[in-house]
């Protein structure tokens, strides 16, 4: 599979902030490539200077070994983090505004299709919820049916169903053959979606690869939560066993092993509760932060 | 530059001017009210004062003239033609005339304060011509008309710009149009139009609508008052990119946009003449743009003025707005950095 974008040791300073430190990764053709860490890590620096919004201080990207040029714009999709519409135009107004600005716009219909608009076409944008703003949004990012498609936060403050649609509106965008760049906080949403990340922290890369490898790279064991309650301080202690929010949690290498240890305590199992690592885990790991703590 | 990308913006923002009902209500009631407002409150000519013209240039009867000339409530205002003060004079906006050189002096035989200057005036000088001159009187209405348009025209121009792009900036709508093929030359351009177009629009509405009620004086040409009308608004506009060139704060242009219009409120001769003011008042008057518009309507509404007649105030007018433009065009940012 081709690189589809190529960013070498990319630098941005902003007087004495370095938002983002010498940074090198490549994303893959057709590939939905997350950028995870928390508020400040750098991410939307990083993805503002791929989409040629903002200028490096440093180092370069390169669209299919070619250096972002003055025509990037007719190439690629953005959805920002923060954007405001114009208040006053319908959804229908707002897509034609943006339809005119390019020469080969998908058509009206494909899109009202592809992010699932109808319903709402002839409102004003001020007065759309939550999810069909965000909806609106990806179809402007989508009217010139860009072959790499930039995603900042594209779900944050949606309630669970509007974030579980708009995912689908997502791998059904991917399943047209698109490059996808994303950033998120939610793990959840990266597990769901990305086939490669880099975790970003102060400004650096401090991991990459796809969710599987680092999960498997750095946890090879499962979480076991008890209520404390139900579990002697004397066999907490012997074990080393960590307390958290009234939980006791136990890192198992062997789910069978681990319960037959407890049983053979006469610890009720009551409330027990198992988990994988995820990639909060995975964060929490490589920085010492909570994602959703510092968020 | 993209005529259809300059047309969908300029399209856009028409609407949405359009759809503020709030703006619009506004835009067109104040200039209405405050037209009403004058018609009732100033039923009379509206100034507090005797007016005398002095043809400048004279030194003749020193001692007498300085003793006239310090009469109370008389306000004594110079001019360097004849023919412009007579004129005044035929539209009531002053009361008497005096050619001490000459020895001759005019009256309005249809003012009732021509006749009592009169009274004063030829108590001290007995020994001067007496001519005569008449004419329709230009109410207080007709003369605040094109100030009120004009200040009408301001501040939808510094305000419906400035502040429009300023709240762009700091919402992010400019950084979603500059990830477009869009220019930031088409994009000011189209901002430019259609708050020309509107002004334009909103103004001729109130003048002639309120013309079938006040029956304007109106002896120029129709075509010069829309070409000086244009060209404030042009310049009015660029002002107003001027100061929204960079700012990402609406405190910040709020204030700044106050600072530019209150003193074209009170010193552009939108209110009152400043014929009588200190020079130096008259001076910084000069420098702002909208002396030039109300003072160039009113020339070619009240005295028939053409546009050769106040060339002076078109030159400022083009001047300025090619400075502003190119100040603006040279500083405009879509402020993207956070």
């Not at chain 1, 923060?82 to 897509?95: P, R, S, Y």
């Not at chain 1, 946890?219 to 960590?242: G, H, M, R, T």
């Not at chain 2, 009256?107 to 001290?124: D, P, W």
């Amino acid at each position: 599979m081709s690189e589809a974008i190529c960013v070498q040791g990319l630098t941005k300073k902003y007087k004495d902030i370095t938002a983002v430190d010498n940074i090198s990764f490549t994303v893959k053709e057709g590939h939905c490539f997350g950028l995870l860490g928390r508020n400040g890590a750098g991410k939307t620096t990083t993805i503002e200077i791929m989409e040629g919004i903002i200028n490096a201080t440093q180092g370069q990207v390169l669209y299919q070994g070619k250096p972002v040029d003055n025509n990037i714009s007719q190439q690629i999709g953005i959805q920002f983090q923060h954007t405001a519409l114009q208040d006053k135009l319908t959804v229908k107004e707002t897509l034609n505004l943006f339809s005119s600005f390019y020469q080969a716009p998908l058509s009206q219909d494909e899109l009202v299709a592809l992010c699932d608009l109808d319903a709402f076409l002839n409102r004003d944008n001020h007065k759309l919820s939550g999810g069909q703003r965000q909806r609106l949004l990806l179809a402007l990012a989508l009217i010139n049916d860009p072959k790499i498609l930039f995603l900042d936060e594209p779900t944050t403050g949606l309630d669970p169903h509007a974030r579980r649609d708009f995912w689908q509106l997502i791998k059904n965008i991917k399943a047209k053959n698109k490059t996808i760049i994303l950033t998120t906080h939610y793990m959840d949403e990266a597990e769901h979606l990305c086939d490669d990340i880099v975790v970003m922290d102060q400004g650096k890369i401090i991991e990459s690869g796809t969710p599987h490898q680092l999960l498997t790279k750095y946890f090879n064991e499962v979480f076991i939560y008890l209520p404390k309650s139900q579990v002697p301080d004397n066999i907490i202690k012997q074990n080393q066993w960590a307390n958290i929010a009234g939980r006791v949690e136990i890192k198992s290498k062997n789910i069978e092993n681990t319960l037959t240890y407890l049983m053979s305590k006469k610890i009720p199992l009551d409330g027990l509760h198992v988990k994988s690592a995820n990639l909060d885990d995975l964060f929490l790991h490589l920085t010492g932060h909570s994602l959703r703590e510092v968020k | 530059m993209n005529f259809f990308r300059f047309f969908a913006v300029f399209k856009a923002r028409n609407i949405e001017f359009l759809r503020d009902k709030s703006s619009l209500t506004w835009s067109l009631l104040f200039p209405i009210l405050l037209l009403f407002g004058f018609s009732f409150v100033f039923s009379g000519d509206g100034r507090p004062a005797y007016k005398v013209g002095i043809i400048t240039g004279v030194s003749a009867d020193s001692n007498t003239q300085k003793q006239f000339m310090e009469t109370q409530f008389i306000e004594f205002i110079n001019y360097k033609t004849l023919n412009t003060a007579t004129d005044k004079l035929s539209h009531h906006t002053i009361d008497l005339v005096i050619d001490s050189q000459n020895k001759q002096y005019w009256i309005n035989t249809e003012s009732s304060k021509s006749y009592l200057v009169e009274k004063i005036f030829s108590e001290q000088f007995s020994n001067y011509t007496r001519f005569k001159s008449n004419g329709t009187k230009i109410r207080y209405l007709d003369w605040v008309l094109p100030g009120v348009l004009g200040m009408n025209m301001m501040f939808s121009c510094l305000f419906g710009v400035g502040y429009a792009i300023v709240r762009y900036r700091k919402n992010s709508v400019l950084k979603r149009l500059k990830a477009t093929p869009l220019s930031a030359f088409e994009f000011v351009l189209a901002q430019l139009f259609s708050r020309l177009f509107i002004v334009i629009f909103i103004s001729s509405f109130i003048y002639l609508g309120c013309n079938f009620i006040f029956d304007f004086y109106m002896i120029g040409s129709y075509l010069d008052l829309f070409i000086v009308s244009v060209l404030g608004a042009f310049c009015l506009i660029s002002l107003s990119l001027l100061v929204a060139s960079r700012s990402k704060s609406e405190e910040l242009t709020s204030g700044l946009l106050n600072l530019t219009s209150w003193p074209m409120m009170m010193l552009s001769g939108v209110w009152f003449s400043l014929e009588g003011a200190p020079q130096a008042l008259k001076t910084f008057a000069d420098f702002l743009p909208l002396t030039h518009v109300v003072a160039g309507a009113r020339a070619i509404m009240i005295e028939g003025a053409s546009l050769g007649d106040i060339s002076y105030h078109i030159n400022i007018l083009l001047v300025m707005s090619i400075v502003f433009m190119s100040i603006s065009a040279y500083l405009f940012s879509w402020n993207t950095e956070r």
